[in-house]
C-alpha cells in the first residue's frame, strides 16, 4: 500500500520570505500523481499544485512550485515570497494512475506565517 | 459562489442516535466522496459515487453509509454513532475518477458525539 510521510508536524516562516514543505512516499508504482492540498482554518481544503510523475520538469502555480525528486520518492513544496493567507495546513497527497482511485494523504503540516 | 456546501457545519448527537449528514454541489461533478478526518489526522477516504455506482473502501465500518439521491446530493449515514466517531466529515467533488483530477472539497461537518 502506499503511504505519504510529512514528517515535521509544524513551520513557521516570516512574511515575504520563503518556505519549503517536505513529503516523501512510498510506492512502487511508475505513474501516478502528486499533490499539496492547503486547509486553512475553519475553511475548505483547496488544491494547491499538482504533479504526474512521467513529467520530468517541476510544476509552479506562481508563487508556489515542487521540487519533485522521482528516484528519492520525494516531493517538497516551496512558497515563496510567504503572505499571511499562507498559513494553513499543508497535505501531502498520492493517487495511482490506474487502478485503485484513493487520494492518500500524508498527515498534514501546520504553517504559521509570522507578520 | 459555493460549490461544495456540508449541513450542518456543527453536529452534536447522542451515543447510538443515528445521524445524517449532507453534501450538495453546484458543479455537476460525476463523482462524490466522503472522508473522515479526525484531529491531527490526515483524511480518511470512508466511500465514494461514481454517478450512481457506489464504491465502498474495504476499511469502512458497516456503520456508515452514503445515498446520493441525484447528481447534486450525497449523504453519509452513521446508524450508531459511537464515541470514535467523533471526526471532521469531509464531501469532496470530482470531475471525473482520473489520477490527476482535482478534488473540491466543502467545509466539513465537526460529529461531536455524547
Known amino acids: 500500500a502506499q503511504t505519504v510521510t510529512q514528517s515535521q508536524p509544524e513551520m513557521s516562516v516570516q512574511e515575504a520570505e520563503t518556505v519549503t514543505l517536505s513529503c516523501t512516499y512510498d510506492t512502487s508504482e511508475s505513474d501516478y500523481y502528486l499533490f499539496w492540498y492547503k486547509q486553512p482554518p475553519s475553511r475548505q481544503m483547496i488544491l494547491v499544485i499538482r504533479?504526474?510523475?512521467?513529467?520530468?520538469q517541476n510544476a509552479t502555480e506562481n508563487r508556489f512550485s515542487v521540487n519533485f525528486q522521482k528516484a528519492a520518492k520525494s516531493f517538497s513544496l516551496k512558497i515563496s515570497d510567504s503572505q499571511l493567507g499562507d498559513a494553513a495546513m499543508y497535505f501531502c497527497?498520492?493517487?495511482?494512475?490506474?487502478?485503485?482511485?484513493?487520494?492518500?494523504f500524508g498527515k498534514g503540516m501546520k504553517l504559521t506565517v509570522n507578520p | 459562489d459555493a460549490m461544495v456546501i456540508q449541513n450542518p457545519r456543527y453536529q452534536v448527537t447522542q451515543f447510538g442516535k443515528p445521524v445524517t449528514l449532507s453534501c450538495s454541489q453546484t458543479?455537476?461533478?460525476?463523482?462524490m466522496y466522503w472522508y473522515q478526518q479526525k484531529s491531527s489526522q490526515a483524511p480518511k477516504l470512508l466511500f465514494h459515487y461514481y454517478d450512481k455506482d457506489f464504491n465502498n473502501e474495504a476499511d469502512t465500518p458497516d456503520n456508515f453509509q452514503s445515498r446520493r439521491p441525484n447528481t447534486s446530493f450525497c449523504f453519509l449515514d452513521i446508524r450508531s454513532p459511537g464515541l470514535g466517531d467523533a471526526a471532521m466529515y469531509l464531501c469532496a467533488t470530482s470531475r471525473e475518477r482520473l489520477a490527476g483530477s482535482e478534488q473540491f472539497f466543502g467545509p466539513g461537518t465537526r460529529l461531536t458525539v455524547l
Open positions: 497527497a498520492y493517487r495511482n494512475q490506474g487502478g485503485s482511485e484513493k487520494l492518500v
Open positions: 458543479l455537476n461533478h460525476n463523482v
Open positions: 504533479q504526474e510523475a512521467y513529467k520530468q
